[in-house]
């Protein structure tokens, strides 16, 4: 019957705009939510970083026994420090 008043009847055009700004305001949100993930995971392994370079540094120190390596050999006793007023510096 349709072919009688003049074609297929039309159908009406579907508004799709506001469907498309959802789908990019979601997207939007996910690029954020992915930046700050990447973000907080280079934070994190940054600090896991310098805890692990203390942790080593403590070790190594306790290693080597801190003060010691500040003690000279070419003092006769390393433990007193310079004993002459005559050879420090600025005196």
Not at 40 to 65: C, F, M
Not at 69 to 82: D, H, K, N, Q, T
Request: aromatic share 2%; proline share 3%; hydrophobic share 30%.
């Amino acid at each position: 019957m349709g072919g009688l008043f003049g074609g297929k009847p039309k159908m009406p055009k579907v508004d799709t705009s506001a469907q498309d700004k959802m789908i990019q305001q979601t997207q939007q949100q996910i690029e954020m939510q992915q930046k700050e993930t990447e973000r907080l995971r280079t934070q994190a392994e940054e600090e896991r970083r310098t805890v692990e370079e203390q942790l080593a540094a403590k070790q190594a120190a306790r290693r080597r026994g801190g003060k010691r390596s500040l003690l000279s050999e070419a003092r006769f006793m390393p433990e007193l420090g310079v004993t002459d007023e005559d050879q420090t510096l600025g005196g």
